[in-house]
């Protein structure tokens, strides 16, 4: 599947050519759901709380929703069913290129580390307690967009890349290269 027509949002602001929001919100809702030629968007968002040896990019492959919310609530919008499958919507690094370019120049998104979010709520900060238990739930990290955004696009049947990038860094120039095809 290739990137060249997917929805591209962006939490950051680093990522030329991307939509740009500084948090979720009905702007970024409406832009997740506009009609495209793709069924994928690509979301980029800040993490916090990775662990000193992991403060990196990483490409997520599953998320822990803590947020005590769902944007679905309210009148359910005609894109998609009420209760929306959620399994395996995060796309991996293998299912982002043909397998031609895959093989020939390899696959920079198969380079960046996989990871498991936890997304809580908007402004929140995890202590170091609360952080710890997000560890022993499995996930590496926190962010404030990704899973709320990742719930519209399985609602609009997209399926979603989702990198998080630490605070205060930008994407290396090879995954701008890579999502930005």
């Not at 929805?7 to 495209?36: C, N, Q, S």
């Not at 980029?44 to 679905?72: A, C, M, R, W």
């Not at 309210?74 to 069913?81: A, E, L, Q, T, V």
């Not at 397998?99 to 380079?111: A, F, V």
Request: charged share 20%; aromatic share 8%.
């Amino acid at each position: 599947m290739k990137l060249r027509y997917a929805k591209r949002i962006d939490f950051t602001g680093d990522v030329e050519g991307f939509e740009h929001f500084d948090a979720f919100g009905p702007a970024a809702i409406e832009a997740i759901r506009a009609e495209g030629r793709s069924p994928m968007v690509i979301i980029v968002d800040k993490g916090f709380g990775f662990s000193e040896q992991y403060v990196q990019p990483h490409l997520i492959i599953d998320h822990i929703n803590l947020t005590g919310d769902n944007p679905l609530v309210g009148p359910n919008d005609p894109i998609g069913p009420r209760f929306p499958v959620v399994n395996n919507v995060y796309l991996a690094a293998a299912d982002t290129m043909d397998q031609e370019e895959t093989w020939s120049i390899g696959n920079p998104l198969g380079k960046i580390r996989n990871g498991i979010v936890a997304g809580v709520k908007h402004g929140v900060k995890l202590n170091d307690e609360e952080l710890a238990a997000c560890h022993k739930l499995g996930a590496g990290f926190y962010c404030y967009n990704m899973v709320p955004a990742m719930i519209i696009a399985a609602h609009a049947g997209l399926k979603v890349l989702g990198i998080v990038v630490p605070d205060g860094q930008k994407p290396s120039a090879d995954i701008l290269r890579s999502i930005s095809r």
